[in-house]
């Protein structure tokens, strides 16, 4: 197996017994994606020295004894997330040629375990989209179909794992964007609980919803990076004080024992029949694996998209004030301070992110605040009850990823319709709970050449990371689905 098809567990076993090196980890793996990129676009930094002064260090470090869990592990880094000395852009004109002064914890605690951080990863600006569509510093193509979008708001981070360019991608989940591009890119993606991992140094959508979580081409992969983000941060308040339970050592080969659930309100027969056959099948294994299958019902899973609609952007609309051209980013002169603001969010900004703050700042406005904002927050109450009254029957929900699999460029032009993208992942997100999705199987859409992979989502209550990743490594390792096909990329520049 060549070096950059290995995953991150090969790797790292590989360069702590010393029989690779971690420079020749980095260097493959940048070839890799001088090779790609062109065809890509997954990166909007590549940092070639960067990479191989990290790649140095881990290599010291084990010549001198040390193991590391993630030793000369390629790492994309989702371009919201501060490395110290790289631009940081958020996918935003805004922030184009803003340098993060300071690392984030998360992806300072992955550089510690051995990790190498070979790219910034392109993304829908300010985490805003479900299809890597709205940055406005490039376009990222999926790696299986060239014609089709990767996903979002991570889309950089899952193409460049799915394509080859690093064995770990970091992504961030507001209400499905780790998830989402999994599953459009035939990957592991992993949402922790709320709080369990820091967003210290993460550019903040919206604050009482985003997540840090890994993208893998495996399950052992995802917890083990998980096993190494987790944990308190004194830097940020949300952060949990909680132990965390490590996950890499405690993976599954069989459901004997659990009880998964089935949202009644959750169906899959509107999804079209290919799909539809695809998730019963993927029911039908999870019951062969020993699990036992009942039906649960979320009463106000209907109201997840209206109610993160207004929240979300309630929230975007009060972090990005901080975006005005006075402290950092983007300066537009103006004839006063007030045109200068003006001018600077009116070029700085893209149509989406506008659109987000102007409902945000609509629904928090005097006279509507208690209309719409008091009311979602009431409604998120209302879901994270519903789960728990789930979770009294099973010890995990399963259900899709995405109502449908990657599509391509341009075919959700409008808000809504691109919005409806995340229906199956906004209420586990409202509800602050755990969710993964791992490869379930393929379908091949009207017109497409090629078949495109699709995401079962696993969810179990909150601090139940274990569960999930146990279960959907069960799931994984009997099924083999992420192996039925290879990119469309695989052989360029090979």
Known sequence: ???????????????????????????????????????????????????????????????????????????????????????????????????????????QRLLDAGCVPVGKANMDEFAMGSSCENSALGVTRNPYDLTRVPGGSSGGSAAAVAAFEAAIGMGSDTGGSIREPAAFCNLVGFKPTYGRISRYGLIAFASSLDQIGPLTRTVEDAALAYDVMAGKDPMDATSIDRAVEPTATHLRTDLSGMKVGLVKQFGTSELGGEIDAVYRKAYQDLQALGAELVEVELPTADYGLATYYLIAPAECSSNLARFDGVRYGMRVDGADVHDMYEKTRAAGFGPEVKRRILIGTYALSSGYYDAYYVRAQKARTLIAR???????????????????????????????????????????????????????????????DRPMPLGLQLTAPLFKERDVLAAAHAYEQKTQHAAAHKPAIATVGA
């Not at 702590?16 to 909007?44: F, K, W």
């Not at 994309?76 to 852009?89: E, I, Q, S, W």
């Not at 409806?420 to 091949?444: E, N």
């Open 1 to 107: 197996m060549e070096i950059i098809e290995r995953s991150a567990a090969q790797i790292a076993r590989e360069v702590n017994a010393r029989s690779l090196s971690a420079r020749d980890v980095t260097e493959a793996v940048l070839a890799r994606i001088d090779a790609v990129e062109g065809e890509i676009g997954s990166y909007v930094s590549v940092l070639h020295e960067h990479a191989r002064a990290a790649a140095a260090r881990v290599d010291e470090r084990v010549d001198a004894g040390e193991s590391l869990p993630l030793a000369g592990v390629p790492l994309a880094v989702k371009d919201n997330m501060c490395l110290v000395g790289t631009r940081t852009t958020a996918g935003s004109k805004m922030l184009e040629h803003w340098r993060a002064p300071y690392t984030a914890t998360a992806v």
């Open 386 to 448: 519903d789960f728990e009254r789930a979770f009294a029957q099973c010890d995990l929900i399963a259900c899709p990823a995405a109502s449908s699999p990657a599509f391509q460029f341009n075919a959700k032009s409008d808000p809504y319709s691109m919005y409806l993208m995340d229906y199956y992942t906004i209420p586990m997100s409202l509800a602050g709970l755990p969710a993964l999705s791992v490869p379930c199987g393929w379908t091949t859409p009207a017109g497409a």
